[in-house]
């Protein structure tokens, strides 16, 4: 589900900048929000998200990325 800022705050909540792209779209998550574990009070998504979204990308750096994720993490 697509959702435009309800507000101007909204965009200001999120430090949204003007892009002359066009308009930014936020996205519902389509389900609980799980995290792997927490560092430095941040949140970590869990590794096999972060390998997938390193496969997905169409950029020949982030694969070779998720090679050397995969060799740490034994995915």
């Given at each position: 589900?697509f959702?435009?800022?309800?507000?101007?705050?909204?965009?200001?909540?999120?430090?949204?900048?003007?892009?002359?792209?066009?308009?930014?779209?936020?996205?519902?998550?389509?389900?609980?929000?799980?995290?792997?574990?927490?560092?430095?009070?941040?949140?970590l998504?869990?590794?096999?998200?972060?390998?997938?979204?390193?496969?997905?990308?169409?950029?020949?750096?982030a694969?070779?990325?998720?090679?050397?994720?995969?060799?740490?993490?034994?995915?």
């Open positions: 589900m959702l435009e800022p309800s507000s101007r705050r909204t965009g200001q909540e999120l430090m949204l900048l003007p892009d002359s792209e066009g308009p930014v779209t936020l996205l519902r998550a389509f389900g609980e929000m799980v995290f792997w574990q927490q560092r430095d009070n941040h949140m998504a869990p590794p096999w998200l972060i390998y997938a979204e390193l496969l997905n990308s169409t950029d020949p750096r694969h070779e990325a998720a090679r050397e994720f995969q060799k740490d993490l034994w995915l």
